[in-house]
């Protein structure tokens, strides 16, 4: 990356900011490679980071290096090229943006409202990740610089509609 290429601001939003959008924000860092740079925040942010997000990013090979769930103060002020709210809650409470950010809604169900054993909740970690992952790929693969902001926008809103997998069938 040249120094005078654009840098994209993704904000991602949800509820409490300790699993879907602290997920995204991982991921987007590392596979964004200096072009984006993404960070998150929650509506209601929660006391800490889920330890199954935590874990599952960690499976996957994106290593926690820190950080705690925060709220959007400060946030609103700033100019986003993307925010992207990946649960219902955080789409009905996005707030306004200065600027034309690209805001769209990514919803996925909340791997943290999983019942059952362990290995449940373990399962409904690793398939977030693994949507977020897929999502991101399709995201990045967008020609960004080269698409007007209405088909940047119904591209990127797509991917949110049809860019998730099927639950996997893991074994231990």
Not at 59 to 81: N, R, S
Not at 142 to 161: D, F, M, T, Y
């Amino acid at each position: 990356m040249t120094a005078t290429e654009k840098v994209f601001r993704v904000l991602f939003l949800c509820t409490g900011n300790s699993a879907r959008s602290q997920i995204a924000e991982k991921v987007l860092n590392r596979k964004g490679r200096g072009k984006f740079a993404a960070e998150s925040a929650g509506s209601h942010p929660a006391a800490q980071v889920n330890p199954y997000a935590i874990e599952a990013l960690e499976g996957h090979g994106y290593f926690w290096t820190g950080g705690e769930p925060k709220g959007m103060d400060g946030l609103t002020d700033e100019d986003w090229d993307f925010v992207i709210t990946v649960c219902d809650r955080a789409k009905e409470a996005c707030p306004f943006f200065p600027g034309q950010p690209v805001i769209v809604h990514w919803g996925m169900p909340d791997p943290a409202a999983v019942e059952g054993s362990e290995e449940d909740k373990e399962r409904a970690f690793d398939d977030t990740v693994l949507t977020i992952s897929r999502r991101l790929d399709l995201f990045l693969a967008l020609p960004i610089e080269k698409l007007s902001r209405l088909a940047l926008e119904s591209r990127v809103k797509e991917i949110g509609r049809t860019g998730a997998i099927e639950p996997t069938a893991r074994t231990k």
